[in-house]
C-alpha cells in the first residue's frame, strides 16, 4: 500500500507561482507513473500533468502548458508540480496519484493511489 501527501499548497495572487511536493512511501517510488489532478468546486476532477517512473516524459493538460512544470526525485520519492504565472481558473484542490500499471495515465481509473489534497487559491 502506498500512501502519498501533499504540500505547498497557499493563496497566491494572480501571476503568483506555487510548488507542490508530493511525498510517497509503503512502496517503490521508481515503479510508478506519477501524476497531478485538480479538482474545482462543483466541477470534475481533471488530469493536470504526468510524468513516467524515471522522469523522462512529461504530458500536460493543454490549459497548463508553459506555465506548470512537473518533476520527480526518485531519491526523494517525491514528486513536484511548479506552477507559473498562476491564474483565478488555476484555483482548485490539487492531488498527486500514483499508477502501477500504465506508462502514461490520463484517467483517474488508471491510476492506483491517491494523496489527500492540496488547496490552491489564486486571487485576481
Known amino acids: 500500500q502506498v500512501q502519498m501527501v501533499e504540500s505547498g499548497g497557499g493563496l497566491v495572487q494572480a501571476g503568483g507561482s506555487l510548488r507542490l511536493s508530493c511525498t510517497a512511501s509503503?512502496?517503490?517510488?521508481?515503479?510508478?507513473?506519477m501524476g497531478w489532478f485538480r479538482q474545482a468546486p462543483g466541477k470534475e476532477r481533471e488530469f493536470v500533468a504526468g510524468?513516467?517512473?524515471?522522469?523522462?516524459?512529461?504530458y500536460y493538460v493543454d490549459s497548463v502548458k508553459g506555465r506548470f512544470t512537473i518533476s520527480r526525485d526518485n531519491a526523494k520519492n517525491t514528486v513536484y508540480l511548479q506552477m507559473n504565472s498562476l491564474k483565478p481558473e488555476d484555483t482548485a484542490v490539487y492531488y498527486c496519484?500514483?499508477?502501477?500499471?500504465?506508462?502514461?495515465?490520463?484517467?483517474?481509473?488508471?491510476?492506483?493511489?491517491w494523496g489527500q489534497g492540496t488547496q490552491v487559491t489564486v486571487s485576481s
Open positions: 496519484a500514483a499508477s502501477g500499471g500504465r506508462l502514461y495515465p490520463l484517467k483517474m481509473d488508471e491510476y492506483d493511489y
Open positions: 509503503g512502496g517503490t517510488f521508481s515503479m510508478y507513473a
Open positions: 510524468i513516467t517512473r524515471y522522469g523522462s516524459n512529461t
